[in-house]
């Protein structure tokens, strides 16, 4: 069981940057690939970028590329979403995932590929 805690939401002016990070706990010595989404009101789960187990493999949809990018360090148990000028359509509840991989250097864009999820973090922009 691996569990996971984002921290770092809040409300924010666009064009702030924010950073958000994703605690994991337990069976943290896994391999395991993260995957941060985003759910707006009235709207799906969207997934906005992922990391492998290793961080060497690492990118972020179209929509958000050149604005944020995704970390991550100490044994690789924190992981960041880097958020930079930020506009109101990326206002959200942000989630962090994980997903066995064993051993591969892989993320998965799919919500149902992840195995734990955190309990998300809001992220409001105004213009």
């Known amino acids: 069981q691996v569990h996971l805690v984002e921290s770092g939401g809040g409300p924010v002016q666009a064009g702030d940057s924010l950073r958000l990070s994703c605690a994991a706990s337990?069976?943290?010595?896994?391999?395991?690939?993260v995957g941060w989404f985003r759910q707006a009101p009235g709207k799906e789960r969207e997934f906005v970028g992922g990391i492998s187990w290793s961080g060497s493999n690492t990118a972020c949809v179209d929509s958000v590329k050149g604005r944020f990018t995704i970390s991550r360090r100490n044994g690789g148990n924190w992981v960041y979403l880097q958020m930079n000028s930020l506009k109101p359509e990326d206002t959200a509840v942000y989630f962090c995932a994980a997903a066995h991989v064993q051993g591969r250097e892989v993320y998965y864009s799919t919500a149902a590929e992840y195995d734990y999820w955190g309990q998300g973090t809001q992220v409001t922009v105004s213009s």
């Open positions: 337990g069976r943290t010595y896994v391999m395991y690939a």
